[in-house]
């Protein structure tokens, strides 16, 4: 975002030191803003006590003697420094006070978002959050490491809040995808369109989610662990009262043609194929959101593109549009292709493994997944041997397990291809970053 609303602005950020506070330190320079840290609640206290003209306060949940909402409390009795309280949106339930709250892990967008509204800035100037800011976590620190591939985030809702367009950041959505790349992909383009989107990675979490926040609309991926979107959406449904239905749409790369009809069997609402495209996806959120009335069926499903195997790896097309997802963000693409290629190694290994126990079940759940990976890169000849795997048998006969090991030996061959071309990919979006 533009740092000139936050620029000069003199923030308190009380919490303990390590990766979260070190990242939120460097945004907020990187704002303008000048930061100071403290470790405890007492010292907080003592120094806002002490008549230091602090513009705002930024308070971790849990701090080395007291609780954050404690220390919140106390300094609204005595103060009236605005205050930001980072917490899990798993406790957003038992809070309440004149603070805001900020949900962990911490995101840039949404960072921002809480910024300009504890500063009361106008909206002309909230306005500025960025799109790369949407898709991405806070930078943190001296690793780099960027924490939404953190494995323990996935534990928690992730929001990310497109302020470029006002009109729609009054609805709350919700993503529910397994898949790191396929998540990336659909908060940026619904950021592009100007929605806030809150993701987690399995039904489960997401029938926690709705009993924690009434989503305007839920995006819900069929195929996941733990519980799938048909088990979560019937959950869901047998959940809500008679005077509330929120809306659910099925998302998934699969292309058999029995599966709309389940879909709606178990209360889902509509339907997107994957990889997903702007103008359906702008046609359900129109549909869906804005109480447009329109005689469109639901979202068609294409087969998978046939095409030549001698074609190249990845296709143009599909990385451009990635690229152009990104905005602003130079670094957008060769983010998703660190995720991409971290995950593919990472399945490809799961699948070899699932394989070697003669576990079908997981050999054909892991290549759906990587399945619509690939097609959100334009790797068609890959997505289509993921296919073929899907479909061998589960019989577990000497010639059915040789088909498949042949088969992830095709893919993994195949995957030196997409990783070749997608490194040379990567390089050059990082030089101007």
């Known amino acids: 975002p533009d740092p000139s609303p936050l620029l000069g602005r003199r923030a308190l950020y009380v919490g303990r030191s390590g990766t979260q506070s070190e990242g939120i330190l460097a945004q907020l320079t990187k704002w303008g803003m000048e930061a100071t840290t403290l470790s405890?609640?007492?010292?907080?206290?003592?120094?806002?006590?002490?008549?230091?003209?602090?513009?705002?306060?930024?308070?971790?949940?849990?701090?080395?003697?007291?609780?954050?909402?404690?220390?919140?409390?106390?300094?609204?009795?005595?103060?009236?420094?605005?205050?930001?309280?980072l917490t899990p949106i798993t406790e957003y339930r038992d809070l309440g006070g004149p603070f805001h709250l900020l949900s962990k892990p911490v995101r840039r967008a949404q960072f921002y978002a809480r910024l300009c509204a504890a500063l009361e800035l106008p909206d002309d100037q909230a306005i500025a959050a960025s799109l790369d800011a949407?898709?991405?976590?806070?930078?943190?620190?001296?690793?780099?490491?960027?924490?939404?591939?953190?494995?323990?985030?996935?534990?928690?809702?992730?929001?990310?809040?497109?302020?470029?367009?006002?009109?729609?950041?009054?609805?709350?959505?919700?993503?529910?995808?397994d898949n790191h790349?396929?998540?990336?992909?659909?908060?940026?383009?619904?950021?592009?369109?100007?929605?806030?989107?809150?993701?987690?990675?399995?039904?489960?979490?997401?029938?926690?989610?709705?009993?924690?926040?009434?989503?305007?609309l839920v995006f819900m991926d069929c195929h996941m662990p733990e519980m799938d979107g048909f088990e979560a959406t019937a959950e869901i449904r047998r959940q809500e009262t008679a005077t509330r239905r929120t809306p659910i749409i099925a998302m998934t790369a699969s292309a058999l043609p029995g599966d709309r009809a389940r879909c709606?069997?178990?209360g889902m609402d509509d339907y997107l194929a994957k990889?997903?495209?702007?103008?359906?996806?702008?046609?359900?959120?129109?549909?869906?959101?804005?109480?447009?009335?329109q005689e469109e069926g639901l979202a068609a499903l294409s087969p998978l593109a046939s095409v030549s195997f001698e074609a190249s790896p990845v296709e143009q097309e599909a990385l451009h549009n990635l690229r152009r997802l990104g905005g602003s963000n130079h670094s957008f693409l060769s983010e998703l292709i660190d995720v991409f290629l971290q995950e593919s190694v990472e399945r490809l290994a799961r699948m070899k493994e699932a394989a070697a126990?003669?576990?079908?079940?997981?050999?054909?759940?892991?290549?759906?997944?990587?399945?619509?990976a690939c097609i959100n890169f334009g790797a068609q000849k890959m997505a289509q041997l993921c296919v073929q795997l899907e479909n061998t048998?589960?019989?577990?006969?000497?010639?059915?397990?040789?088909?498949v090991n042949n088969m992830i030996a095709k893919i993994e061959r195949e995957f030196i291809r997409v990783n070749r071309m997608l490194e040379g990919e990567r390089f050059p979006q990082t030089k101007d970053v």
């Open 40 to 85: 405890d609640g007492a010292s907080a206290l003592a120094t806002l006590r002490a008549d230091s003209p602090f513009d705002l306060l930024i308070v971790d949940s849990h701090l080395a003697d007291m609780e954050g909402h404690a220390l919140a409390d106390l300094v609204r009795l005595e103060t009236t420094v605005p205050v930001i309280l």
């Open 134 to 177: 949407a898709s991405s976590a806070l930078e943190t620190g001296a690793n780099g490491r960027d924490g939404a591939l953190d494995q323990a985030a996935s534990k928690h809702i992730q929001s990310g809040v497109a302020l470029r367009l006002p009109p729609h950041s009054k609805f709350r959505l919700l993503l529910v995808e």
């Open 181 to 216: 790349t396929n998540q990336q992909v659909a908060v940026s383009t619904l950021a592009e369109l100007g929605y806030s989107i809150d993701t987690v990675t399995n039904g489960r979490e997401a029938v926690g989610a709705l009993q924690q926040t009434d989503y305007d």
């Open 264 to 266: 709606l069997s178990v």
């Open 275 to 293: 990889p997903l495209d702007r103008q359906q996806l702008r046609d359900v959120l129109q549909r869906w959101l804005h109480g447009t009335t």
């Open 357 to 372: 126990n003669k576990d079908m079940t997981t050999v054909h759940r892991i290549a759906h997944t990587h399945r619509g």
């Open 393 to 403: 048998g589960g019989s577990n006969t000497d010639a059915e397990l040789g088909a």
